[in-house]
């Protein structure tokens, strides 16, 4: 341990919160945080070297192999890889600890789900019980807070790495698991997706720019039950067409709630949503679709959102599922960054989303995953501005 290095003495101890004096010399190496890597003895060094050897990872410091490892901006190692627009990577902090004792799913350690892969409810979709339900109810309730909270530190200057800080520490107050964390190795608590990037946007150094847009993708694991959602917000002052763009995209999820009930095609979904983005000349993203969602963070069914989709299927009483149409100002096509989670749009033109879980009930559905009035106003709140759907959808559900 590297005693007393410069600016230590007024940190606090990673393990027991006690003043700090020592440092660990691999994370000073690595030019980490220093909040992450002070101690006040050797002894909590020790007792938590299980957790703490961790953050040396080559994915958690490296940035999946091409972001930069000391300072801010781009990589001396950037891959030759034809950016489709003005985003690039910066660096990815450490991978942040979870408690011993918050419940965890089985990839937490090994970054696969087997139970999901091997589950039968990959084929035929499951009726939850209405034990089923009240847990996933819960674990969405979470993940309200969780991502209302994510969006109240949204503004100029804020990093998406502090918006994962946000979501992480709030998610394990509440005692749940960040469902991304380690799902196939995806190195952070939540996904933020800015500008031209479609979703699977992994939280960076990189500060939000005034007239940025950027999603925050939520999901919580509780007591065995997963919840998910997500919204697009502005970043200060934005173009009108940005401004558009995120509008259209929530009205076109709240218009595809609203067919929701028992006996509706999964595939009536992409002909409504379809039907309004390309009204207003926007395109419909292909490669994504909504999930089924509950014991297990992705399931049957599958819920595209294009139109003239192959879905099978029409809606059951106690099925949970989400709709999360990502729509772009331009192509609908995509293209992957070299990260093999990020993507973009193949134009670089913009991309908006939002997502909400829900359950069918014998007269319609429930959004279980709704806004709440204390949730931060999204942009035509602020300006008074009623979207296209949202009362068709609160009748259709009897107000929820």
Not at 22 to 42: I, N, T, V, W
Not at 184 to 199: A, D, H, L, R, Y
Request: aromatic share 8%.
């Amino acid at each position: 341990m590297a005693p007393e290095a410069e600016g230590v003495e007024h940190l606090l101890c990673a393990t027991c919160q006690q003043p700090a004096k020592l440092q660990c010399p691999r994370c000073l190496e690595l030019g980490l945080e220093k909040d992450l890597a002070a101690f006040c003895s050797q002894e909590c060094f020790k007792g938590s070297w299980t957790e703490h050897k961790k953050l040396h990872k080559p994915s958690a410091i490296e940035g999946w192999h091409y972001c930069t490892r000391r300072g801010q901006g781009r990589s001396l190692n950037m891959p030759d890889f034809k950016w489709t627009g003005d985003l690039r990577p910066a660096r990815i902090g450490p991978m942040r600890p979870i408690p011993d004792h918050i419940p965890k799913p089985d990839y937490y350690l090994t970054g696969y789900p087997a139970k999901e892969m091997e589950s039968r409810q990959q084929h035929a979709v499951k009726i939850r019980t209405e034990k089923d339900v009240a847990g996933i109810r819960e674990a969405c309730r979470i993940g309200r807070e969780v991502l209302d909270l994510a969006a109240a530190a949204i503004r100029p200057g804020v990093t998406t790495d502090e918006i994962d800080r946000v979501v992480h520490e709030a998610t394990i107050a509440a005692g749940a698991y960040p469902s991304p964390y380690n799902y196939f190795n995806f190195p952070k608590s939540v996904c933020t997706s800015i500008n031209e990037i479609i979703c699977h946007g992994i939280p960076d150094r990189r500060k939000l720019e005034e007239g940025d847009i950027v999603n925050v993708d939520v999901s919580v694991y509780y007591k065995g039950y997963h919840g998910d959602l997500n919204e697009t917000f502005v970043v200060g002052e934005v173009d009108e067409a940005s401004k558009q763009l995120v509008k259209v995209t929530y009205e076109c999820l709240h218009k595809a709630i609203a067919i929701c009930k028992p006996g509706t095609p999964y595939r009536e979904i992409g002909e409504v949503i379809t039907k309004h983005a390309k009204a207003h000349g926007m395109s419909v993203v292909r490669t994504y679709c909504g999930h089924g969602i509950g014991d297990l963070f992705h399931c049957a069914p599958n819920v595209p959102h294009y139109a003239k989709n192959k879905a099978k299927g029409t809606m059951k009483v106690g099925e949970v599922f989400t709709i999360e149409p990502m729509i772009n100002l331009g192509s609908h096509r995509d293209k992957t960054w070299p990260d093999g989670w990020t993507s973009a749009t193949e134009d670089g033109q913009r991309s908006a989303q939002f997502e909400h879980t829900l359950v069918i009930t014998p007269t319609g559905y429930d959004i279980l995953t709704a806004r709440q009035p204390t949730s931060p106003p999204l942009w035509w709140e602020r300006e008074g501005v009623q979207p296209e759907g949202q009362a068709a959808a609160a009748a259709a559900s009897g107000g929820s």
